[in-house]
């Protein structure tokens, strides 16, 4: 049932072109407009959104901050990101105008189930994204999005991840096209990006021999640090939770930007850090900006492992490694540059002898709050 593969997290990583594509499936009319089929708000309702909060856990939790990027600017409507368990009890400001989006693979997540919950008694409409069909969440919405990911055995989420990405694009487009923030071609035009990201993501994991390598010869380290920017920045979270999950080292993610704001000074020889680059052709220069942070932390020694996009000619001066991701959307390049990190993980956890797929003190779905 592994397919041939070594571990279902191996098998996962390689369902995920299929993932993010299925869960695109049948979403557009004969004209072209995005229809959601399982969202059954009435529609003069989510007009009047003013404003979204993402409650989630973990990896789930990552794809709402890659959401928050995309929805805000793509509906101009404000959007949170709350971790389930701190949103539950700190008296949240929801009302009727509030969306709450539930992002969970499993459907069964108590913490997010008891957001779901709080968030309903105060009024608020609740759709939730969801990988696991006939679980609590679902039913427990006033409407889901289904991720079409399939069924996701190994502990460590890795397909749901680009799945819940995916939907989450998918609900922003929508909320584009309802309200009017968007022309129609423009929604297509994106519409054309998303579901060209799959063939992209196939390019990645074929490119993952280079890491799986890299990763081998790195299976003693004991502190890795991430970094990324922008959509980079939860990418560099998560990249640093599959580490720790994994290969049960310690790592972290920071926001880019936040370097010189402390983090620097855990920069020392030899130590290694994985950057995220935005696109070249981003605006609002943060490209140039990622290119000078990968400057500094070389000067101190660092050893640099580089997310780049093809052609990106620039940083390959400042880079120890670089992996190269096909060039994406500044907004949907997660789907792409989180897939080495995955792999990164996987591969270092097994050259440390550790099983990927049941990685010790984690359970799949975390029932209790
Ligand atoms: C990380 C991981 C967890 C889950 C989290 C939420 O690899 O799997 O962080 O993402 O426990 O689980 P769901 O999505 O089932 O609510």
């Given at each position: 049932?592994?397919?041939?593969?070594?571990?279902?997290?191996?098998?996962?990583?390689?369902?995920?072109?299929?993932?993010?594509?299925?869960?695109?499936?049948?979403?557009?009319?004969?004209?072209?407009?995005?229809?959601?089929?399982?969202?059954?708000?009435?529609?003069?309702?989510?007009?009047?959104?003013?404003?979204?909060?993402?409650?989630?856990?973990?990896?789930?939790?990552?794809?709402?901050?890659?959401?928050?990027?995309?929805?805000?600017?793509?509906?101009?409507?404000?959007?949170?990101?709350?971790?389930?368990?701190?949103?539950?009890?700190?008296?949240?400001i929801v009302d009727e105008r509030t969306l709450v989006v539930a992002v969970t693979q499993s459907g069964e997540t108590m913490d997010t189930l008891m957001a779901v919950r709080h968030a309903r008694e105060q009024g608020a409409k609740v759709v939730s994204?969801?990988?696991?069909?006939?679980?609590?969440?679902?039913?427990?919405?006033?409407?889901?999005?289904?991720?079409?990911?399939?069924?996701?055995?190994?502990?460590?989420?890795?397909?749901?991840?680009?799945?819940?990405?995916?939907?989450?694009?998918?609900?922003?487009?929508?909320?584009?096209?309802?309200?009017?923030?968007?022309?129609?071609?423009?929604?297509?035009?994106?519409?054309?990006?998303?579901?060209?990201?799959?063939?992209?993501?196939?390019?990645?994991?074929?490119?993952?021999?280079?890491?799986?390598?890299?990763?081998?010869?790195?299976?003693?380290?004991?502190?890795?640090?991430?970094?990324?920017?922008?959509?980079?920045?939860?990418?560099?979270?998560?990249?640093?939770?599959?580490?720790?999950?994994?290969?049960?080292?310690?790592?972290?993610?920071f926001a880019a930007g936040e370097l010189k704001h402390g983090p620097i000074a855990l920069i020392d020889e030899g130590q290694p850090v994985f950057v995220v680059v935005p696109s070249p052709r981003g605006r609002d220069s943060l490209h140039s900006k990622?290119?000078?942070?990968?400057?500094?932390?070389?000067?101190?020694?660092?050893?640099?492992?580089?997310?780049?996009?093809?052609?990106?000619?620039?940083?390959?001066?400042?880079?120890?490694?670089?992996?190269?991701?096909?060039?994406?959307?500044?907004?949907?390049?997660?789907?792409?540059?989180?897939?080495?990190?995955?792999?990164?993980?996987?591969?270092?956890?097994?050259?440390?002898?550790?099983?990927?797929?049941?990685?010790?003190?984690?359970?799949?779905?975390?029932?209790?709050?």
């Amino acid at each position: 049932e592994k397919g041939g593969f070594d571990s279902f997290m191996d098998k996962e990583i390689h369902d995920q072109p299929h993932a993010v594509a299925d869960t695109l499936l049948g979403r557009t009319d004969a004209a072209g407009r995005l229809v959601l089929d399982d969202l059954r708000i009435d529609e003069s309702v989510l007009r009047a959104v003013n404003k979204i909060i993402v409650v989630a856990c973990g990896t789930a939790a990552y794809s709402g901050h890659v959401a928050k990027y995309a929805i805000e600017h793509w509906c101009r409507i404000p959007v949170e990101v709350e971790l389930a368990h701190e949103f539950r009890y700190r008296d949240p400001i929801v009302d009727e105008r509030t969306l709450v989006v539930a992002v969970t693979q499993s459907g069964e997540t108590m913490d997010t189930l008891m957001a779901v919950r709080h968030a309903r008694e105060q009024g608020a409409k609740v759709v939730s994204i969801v990988n696991t069909h006939g679980s609590t969440i679902p039913r427990e919405s006033d409407a889901v999005l289904y991720t079409h990911a399939g069924p996701e055995i190994a502990v460590a989420s890795t397909k749901a991840f680009l799945a819940q990405i995916t939907a989450a694009y998918l609900l922003g487009l929508y909320l584009a096209q309802l309200r009017g923030n968007k022309f129609p071609d423009e929604i297509a035009a994106l519409l054309d990006d998303l579901r060209d990201m799959p063939r992209k993501i196939q390019t990645v994991i074929e490119r993952g021999e280079y890491v799986r390598a890299t990763a081998r010869s790195m299976s003693s380290s004991d502190k890795v640090l991430f970094l990324g920017r922008h959509v980079g920045f939860p990418v560099a979270l998560e990249g640093a939770l599959k580490l720790k999950e994994l290969a049960y080292i310690h790592a972290e993610g920071f926001a880019a930007g936040e370097l010189k704001h402390g983090p620097i000074a855990l920069i020392d020889e030899g130590q290694p850090v994985f950057v995220v680059v935005p696109s070249p052709r981003g605006r609002d220069s943060l490209h140039s900006k990622v290119v000078s942070n990968i400057q500094e932390i070389r000067a101190r020694g660092a050893r640099t492992l580089v997310i780049a996009e093809d052609g990106d000619d620039e940083v390959r001066d400042y880079a120890d490694e670089v992996f190269w991701i096909p060039k994406a959307p500044t907004l949907l390049q997660p789907l792409l540059a989180v897939v080495p990190l995955q792999i990164f993980a996987m591969a270092l956890a097994t050259a440390k002898g550790l099983d990927v797929d049941q990685p010790r003190n984690l359970a799949k779905s975390v029932t209790v709050e």
